[in-house]
Antibody, heavy 121, light 108 residues
Framework: EVQLVQSGAEVKKPGESLEISCQGS????????IAWVRQMPGKGLEWMGL????????RYSPSFQGQVTMSADKSISTAYLQWSSLKASDTAMYYC??????????????WGQGSLVTVSS | EIVLTQSPGTLSLSPGERATLSCRAS???????LAWYQQKPGQAPRLLIF???SRATGIPDRFSGSGSGTDFTLTISRLEAEDFEVYYC?????????FGQGTKLEIK
């Protein structure tokens, strides 16, 4: 059974750093891209970018380029989303999702349960 | 970037009725690369439809997708109580991948 299990909720202060994780199981983790999707409170879904764990190649949405860093460790089937300096506006639920590529982009067939990030002074 | 506009924002219907949700793209979506997701409160989205009209594994046949180019539709033929959730469309014809703003399906 394909599963993506994300790290737990985090409460941070503005300016702090953070890394959340997404561990895959039940499939060959290295061969499927992992995407990250943001959902701000009461709002819709926003695609942030994705990483290919096989070679750590990344593709970011222009809206998130430079704001976050995606990485992966294929030896432990885990992808990461990192912030170096959080802002209050980063408060959101963050989902990881397995990417099914079609041409140059992808849709998402399996999703993690979400990691809630709260940034408040 | 392709902008997706979903309508209506909220749709009020009764169980047993037919629901028609619309997703319009700002430019043609290549190869009908359009997916639909359902999201329940407090849960991750669930893939319903990909390729505009192909049902994902385990999705009941009361859910169907149609459309091409810039206009796409998700139809739920006979609404059941568990269908009253939020639905999102997503295009993957051209990067960056983008989502519509969502349609909330509520019980009338």
């Amino acid at each position: 059974e394909v599963q993506l299990v994300q790290s737990g909720a985090e409460v941070k202060k503005p300016g702090e750093s953070l890394e959340i994780s997404c561990q895959g199981s039940g499939y060959s983790f290295s061969t499927y891209r992992i995407a990250w999707v943001r959902q701000m409170p009461g709002k819709g879904l926003e695609w942030m970018g994705l990483i290919y764990p096989g070679n750590s190649a990344t593709r970011y949405s222009p809206s998130f380029q430079g704001q976050v860093t995606m990485s992966a460790d294929k030896s432990i089937s885990t992808a990461y989303l990192q912030w170096s300096s959080l802002k209050a506006s980063d408060t959101a639920m963050y989902y990881c999702a397995r990417c099914i590529p079609v041409g140059r982009a992808c849709y998402f067939d399996y999703w993690g349960q979400g990691s809630l990030v709260t940034v408040s002074s | 970037e392709i902008v997706l506009t979903q309508s209506p924002g909220t749709l009020s219907l009764s169980p047993g009725e037919r629901a028609t949700l619309s997703c319009r793209a700002s430019q043609s979506v290549s190869s009908n690369s359009l997916a639909w997701y359902q999201q329940k409160p407090g849960q991750a989205p669930r893939l319903l439809i990909f390729g505009a009209s192909s049902r994902a594994t385990g999705i009941p046949d009361r859910f169907s997708g149609s459309g091409s180019g810039t206009d796409f539709t998700l139809t739920i033929s006979r609404l059941e109580a568990e269908d009253f959730e939020v639905y999102y469309c997503q295009q993957y014809g051209d990067p960056p991948e983008t989502f519509g703003q969502g349609t909330k399906l509520e019980i009338k």
